[in-house]
Structure formats: C-alpha cells, structure tokens
Nanobody, 120 residues
Framework: QVQLVESGGGLVQPGGSLRLSCAAS????????MAWYRQAPGKQRELVAY???????YYTSSTKGRFSIDRDNAKNTVYLQMNDLKPEDTALYHC??????????????WGRGTQVTVST
C-alpha cells in the first residue's frame, strides 16, 4: 500500500509563503485524486484543494487565488504552494490520495500531516 509523507510546514508570519510536499512511496500516476486537507484545533477537517489525474484543480473559496496545487508524477509527489498566508490558515495539513473526494475519508490513503502556523 502506498504511504504518504508530508513536509514543508512550519511557522510563518502573516503574508508569508510555504510550500508543502507530499511524497508517495509508490506510483501516483493512476490515482484519480490527490488532495490537501487541513484541520485546525476545535474545528472539523476541511478540504483545501485537490488535483485529478487530468490536471483539474479545485480550491476551497478561502484559499482560491492564494494556494496552488500541483503534482509531479515522475517524483510521486504532490505540492501545495501557499502564498499570502493568514492566521486562519493555521492548521495541521494532511495530504490524501484516492478514487474520489466524497469517499476519501473511508477509501483514501492519508499522511500523518504537517503543521502550519501563521503568527507574528
């Protein structure tokens, strides 16, 4: 089974940028959806962005225009470029891969997450 390892999180000031990486232990070429989720303390996990095998992308409204997702099939890696970060972006960010977004929780493969903290 493919395993996922996220990296790139950290502490950044408001307005700063981070680039998260999610490296898969196996091929991602045939994986329909690769997605980033986040969960802030006391809040439900939310979908941040996803990218399909065909390159179609989706962003939640709060990150559209600031975040960018892309995938490198040759490196079995998906990235999340985050610009103009805000304190409300603070959360534990997970990547997940799977056949569909609605069933990702039950059918997807998840990484353990990387912490992003936006603060002065």
């Amino acid at each position: 089974q493919v395993q996922l390892v996220e990296s790139g999180g950290g502490l950044v000031q408001p307005g700063g940028s981070l680039r998260l990486s999610c490296a898969a232990s196996g091929s991602i070429f045939a994986i329909n959806y690769m997605a980033w989720y986040r969960q802030a303390p006391g809040k439900q996990r939310e979908l941040v962005a996803y990218i399909t095998t065909g390159g179609t992308t989706y962003y939640t409204s709060s990150t559209k225009g600031r975040f960018s997702i892309d995938r490198d099939n040759a490196k079995n890696t998906v990235y999340l470029q985050m610009n103009d970060l805000k304190p409300e972006d603070t959360a534990l960010y997970h990547c997940a891969i799977g056949p569909s977004i609605p069933t990702m929780s039950s059918t997807g493969t998840w990484g353990r997450g990387t912490q992003v903290t936006v603060s002065t």
